[in-house]
Each structure stands twice: as C-alpha cells, then as structure tokens.
C-alpha cells in the first residue's frame, strides 16, 4: 500500500535555541546543514520578506513535513504504519505489515518486540522474542531485506553510530551478538558474540545470573547494556563497540538496572531504568544516571513515582526527559540539566485505575519530530511478555501525548479489542493484541534542538 502524504507542519525555527540538528542530514563529525531560511533573497542578496499585492508584509506559509510511526504489535505479528491525518490530533493507518506472510519467517511467529533505525532512517532493525531472529526492513518500501538467527529471545537490535553493524541484546542466549551489516548490498551475517556466563569481567564483577536486555551507545565509543529482565538479575555490562569487548561491568548489588538505556544527547552522561512489578515484591520505580567520563553514578536510584519502570524519551528541544512506569500507567519528566524531576505524568493510557487489571500498561515511547506529541505503546489483556500483572493492559495500541500540556489526546487501535470475546482473550490459543515497540521516521528534515533519536 503506498502511503498517503501527510498534512502536519512545523514551522522553521520553533525549536528551542541551541545546537540545531537536522535528521539524516548530520555528517562524521556531528555537523548538520543548515535549514533555509522563510525569507527570500533580492537578485541583489538582501533579503526581503515575502509581501501581498498591496505591499502589506505576508507571514511566510508553514512547511509541511512528515513523518511515519511503525506500531509494532507483538501479540497478531503486525506493524502497523502510521501518518498525521487531516485534523489536529489525528492519525491515518496508510499501512500493516503481517510478518507471519513474509518468506523466511519460522510458521510459530515471530513477536516483533523493539525497533531502530539506522541514522538515515533508510533501515530498521525489529528484534523478534518468538522466532529466535532479527528483522531488517527496507523503510521507504516497508520491504524484508534481512532474516537474521540471532538467538531466542532477541530482545533488541540497535544499529552502531556508524551503521556498520546491528548489536543484539538476546535473552534465550545469555548473550550480546554482533552482524556485520552491509547495508550497501543488503547483507547481514553474525560475526561475533559476548557471553555473559563466560566473560572474565562479567563473571568476577559477580554477574552470575541474568541476560542483555536494552542498550545505548555513550559518545565515548562505549555500548551500555543493562541486564535482566528481572530487577533481581539487573546489572549493567559496558562494551566498547569498536572492538567488541568488555570495558567494566557492575552487578545488581551497584546498578539493579533492568531496562531502559539513554544516552544524554550533549553530556558525558547516560540515564537508565530499573523496575520491579508489586507482584514480584513491593515494586521498584527508580532511575540511575551515570557518569561515562569518570565512570561514576550520579544519581543512584531517584524515584519515578510509581511501579515498574521502563521506557523513556526525550522530547526533540532536549529539554526534558519522558520516563514512563509499566505497572502504575503513570510516570515523570525529568530536567536534564540537573537530573531532577521537574513534572508528574499522571496517565500515559486512558485507563486508570486502584485495580492493576483494570488499568492501561504503558512500555516504550517515541516522540514525533516535530515535538507536538510523545507516542507510547499500550499492552493488552493478554501479554506476550513481561511480568503479567505488570505488563497486563487494558487498551491495546498506542496513546498520543501533547508534551505540552502532558494530556492525552487520542488512542489509536489498529485492532479494537472490542472486537474479541472475553472468551477469546483467555483463550491462550488465540492471538490478540498487545503493542510492545514503537518508532518514528521522520520523512522530511525536520529542525529540531537534537538528533530525533539516539545515538546523539
């Protein structure tokens, strides 16, 4: 299905002041090219605004720009692509993508579970937590051009800065695999992998239990991997990237950090998560910041406000830190200036509630480039993973979020779970929906304080 031009604008030079980014447009060193400016320029190089008939100074007309949300839901095998629609707040499905159709892939599904893109954002990478395997799709074409074996449970596959190779953080495995990706020919082959069980640094820093989960790239050419799932088994495993080896390693006793990795898009620093379902104990909501250029934590456990937290984002300005907790449907905004929080966020799925099966369970978020809205997947009743009294949602589908105003401004259900009996969703042989990743292309070159996704 091509996909319908979008009708969003953004106008140039919203963007809070500072380091101007512009996506897919940065080189080697970090430098991006300049937008253009609103204003035209006289044959004889003064620049002159743009003026009616009677002479009358005209606003220049707003950009359109566009961009794509892929909405991955793990319990049907589908990604479902996304564009803003005619109205405010409103978005158009222009595609769906049923994974279980595609050659190659196993006849028991695969459970897309998290994506990135490749920092052209030609590419993306889906690891799969059914199927042992890793997707890479052609973006512009929504076209498989990679089925890689990387392990059971390849929980996330996230692109090096230079693109040179996918990084697989796989559960079933206890460890870290490296593909060689030749995106030029559309190639991909394993050619390296760290165990967890069998690495001397890994292994006397007293990491005895636990897999990879998540990871980011600090600018310091270090991978931060944080280990679990389970906030018993958290712990943080630190890779140079360019050789491919273990530079430190901290067990849980230091850094019980089981989820979340975020690079600070400017400082020598990196945000992560830990979290703890109330099922499991009486509930963990707290996030760590370390110091990659003296090796050292910052903040050591500060409050989320709430149970179980997981994903998080920054708005596209850099001036705030979305963090989101599973169990509780809720969450904060944090200042990364000072590390401190500086908002609540009192629901991220409309569904609140005392009862956590009554309740919305938020995951990952993405924020749309033009930094009007953060997007966040909603689970559904019936998990495909994690803890199930956490991970349980009522609404499947993602949420849109003014990131100004904090509210929630419209659900998207690609597959209404009004549309399934209570019978078939306690049906475990019946799939239903449940949203686990999310991501957003930008289309169009988009002015924005940072890169609209790390690694920055």
């Given amino acids: 299905m091509k996909p319908d031009p979008t009708r969003r604008t953004f106008l140039a030079g919203s963007a809070v002041a500072g380091a101007i980014a512009v996506a897919g447009c940065a080189d080697e060193e970090g430098d991006v090219e300049p937008q253009d400016d609103d204003a035209s320029t006289d044959d004889d190089g003064s620049d002159q605004e743009e003026q009616t008939d009677d002479g009358d ?7 359109t720009l566009q961009y794509e949300i892929w909405a991955l839901d793990q319990g049907q095998d589908n990604i479902h692509f996304y564009q803003p629609g005619d109205g405010d707040d409103e978005f158009d499905r222009t595609d769906t993508l049923d994974l279980n159709e595609l050659e190659g892939v196993p006849d028991d599904g695969v ?16 690891a799969c937590t059914g199927g042992a395997r890793t997707l890479v799709f052609r973006t512009d074409d929504h076209e498989l051009v990679g089925n890689i074996e990387t392990g059971p449970s390849s929980h996330f596959a996230g692109f090096s800065p230079d693109d040179e190779y996918i990084h697989v953080d796989v559960i079933g495995a206890d460890k870290i695999v490296r593909v060689d990706a030749d995106l030029d020919a559309e190639e991909f082959e394993i050619v390296d992998d760290i ?36 906030y018993h088994d958290g712990a943080l495993v630190i890779v140079d990237h360019d050789d491919f080896s273990v530079d430190r390693a901290y067990s849980g006793e230091t850094l019980p950090t089981n989820c979340g990795t975020m690079p600070h898009p400017t400082e020598e620093k990196f945000y992560l998560t830990a979290g ?14 370390y110091d990659t250029a003296d090796d050292e934590i910052t903040v050591d456990g500060a409050s989320t406000a709430g149970n179980d937290a997981h994903g998080f984002w920054f708005t596209p300005d850099g001036e ?34 005392d009862d956590p099966g009554e309740r919305d369970a938020p ?6 480039p033009d930094g009007e809205y953060m997007f966040v ?52 042989d019946i799939s239903t929906p449940d949203f686990h990743g999310i991501g957003v292309r930008p289309l169009d070159d988009f002015e924005t304080g940072i890169p609209t996704s790390p690694p920055f």
């Fill in 57 to 63: 100074d005209e606003p220049a007309e707003p950009e």
């Fill in 111 to 126: 459970v897309p579970h998290m994506i990135d893109y490749t920092s052209d954002y030609e590419y993306a990478a889906v």
């Fill in 195 to 230: 165990d967890l069980r069998e690495n001397d640094t890994i292994v006397d820093a007293g990491i005895e239990e636990g897999a990879p989960i998540c990871h980011q790239y600090a600018p310091d050419g270090r991978s931060l991997h944080t280990v679990g799932p389970s």
């Fill in 276 to 289: 703890l379902p109330s099922s499991d104990g009486e509930g963990v909501g707290d996030y760590y910041v």
């Fill in 320 to 353: 705030e830190l979305w963090v989101l907790n599973r169990e509780t449907n809720d969450g904060v905004v944090l200042d990364p200036e000072t590390d401190e929080v500086i908002e609540e966020i009192d629901a991220y799925g409309p569904d609140q509630s």
């Fill in 363 to 368: 995951d990952i978020m993405w924020a749309s």
């Fill in 377 to 428: 997947t909603l689970r559904g009743p019936a998990p495909q993973s994690g803890d199930p009294h956490a991970a349980t949602g009522v609404t499947p589908g993602f949420s849109v979020l003014d990131t100004e105003t904090r509210d929630i401004v419209d659900v998207v259900e690609p597959d209404p779970i009004d549309d399934y009996s209570e019978d078939e969703i306690e049906d475990d």
